[in-house]
T-cell receptor, first 113, second 113 residues
Framework: DSGVTQTPKHLITATGQRVTLRCSPRSGDLSVYWYQQSLDQGLQFLIQ???????AKGNILERFSAQQFPDLHSELNLSSLELGDSALYFC????????????FGPGTRLTVT | GENVEQHPSTLSVQEGDSAVIKCTYS??????FPWYKQELGKRPQLIID?????GEKKDQRIAVTLNKTAKHFSLHITETQPEDSAVYFC????????????FGTGTRLQVFP
């Protein structure tokens, strides 16, 4: 167990809908990262937050947004869902202070039908 | 630009043999290089990492070597076992105002009994 939690574990929804994925980082970690992993693909970096502020952006679609709250948990919002958005979404956390080690949560498997 | 190349994409070995996976990074300022193991449907797990001030690091059957001049690093697994079968990802740090990681595309390792 990495100490990073994600909910829900599975999510099935229809095209055009909107969903919210939630992540709680390890105790003491200030940075949260979101990744998308499609079937048999690599880890696509979406976005990073550090202590409530956006720090780095990757290949995140305009239909996707994220935020990090004062208690440091983060939410990834996916809207106008398409079939191609079906994937595993991982959250990872790190201290955010040059430590670099990232610890991943168990992921949320999103299926868009 | 930010890039990490990883080879091979698939690797099959007999139980007891060694396995080597190689990665090349593009940014000479990268100074942290982790390796993750991901079993099917599970989270990526950090298995070993190395920082730029060290040339080699070992942990039981796994080792990582780093050549900063050539900008490449490798994962070595000795005496492979069937439970080593997984996808392995290398990564390199991007230190500019962020501690995000750039991941390689992954290597699927299969160890046959």
């Amino acid at each position: 167990d990495s100490g990073v939690t994600q909910t829900p574990k599975h999510l099935i929804t229809a095209t055009g809908q909107r969903v919210t994925l939630r992540c709680s980082p390890r105790s003491g970690d200030l940075s949260v990262y979101w990744y998308q992993q499609s079937l048999d693909q690599g880890l696509q970096f979406l976005i990073q937050y550090y202590n409530g502020e956006e720090r780095a952006k990757g290949n995140i679609l305009e239909r996707f947004s994220a935020q990090q709250f004062p208690d440091l948990h983060s939410e990834l919002n996916l809207s106008s869902l398409e079939l191609g958005d079906s994937a595993l979404y991982f959250c990872a956390s790190s201290t955010g202070q040059g430590g670099y080690e990232q610890y991943f949560g168990p992921g949320t498997r999103l299926t868009v039908t | 630009g930010e890039n990490v190349e990883q080879h091979p994409s698939t690797l099959s070995v007999q139980e007891g043999d060694s396995a080597v996976i190689k990665c090349t990074y593009s940014d000479s300022a990268s100074n942290y290089f982790p390796w993750y193991k991901q079993e099917l449907g599970k989270r990526p797990q950090l298995i070993i990492d190395i920082r730029s001030n060290v040339g080699e690091k070992k942990d039981q059957r796994i080792a990582v070597t780093l050549n900063k001049t050539a900008k490449h690093f490798s994962l070595h697994i000795t005496e492979t076992q069937p439970e080593d079968s997984a996808v392995y990802f290398c990564a390199a740090s991007m230190p500019y105002n962020t501690d995000k990681l750039i991941f390689g595309t992954g290597t699927r390792l299969q160890v046959f009994p």
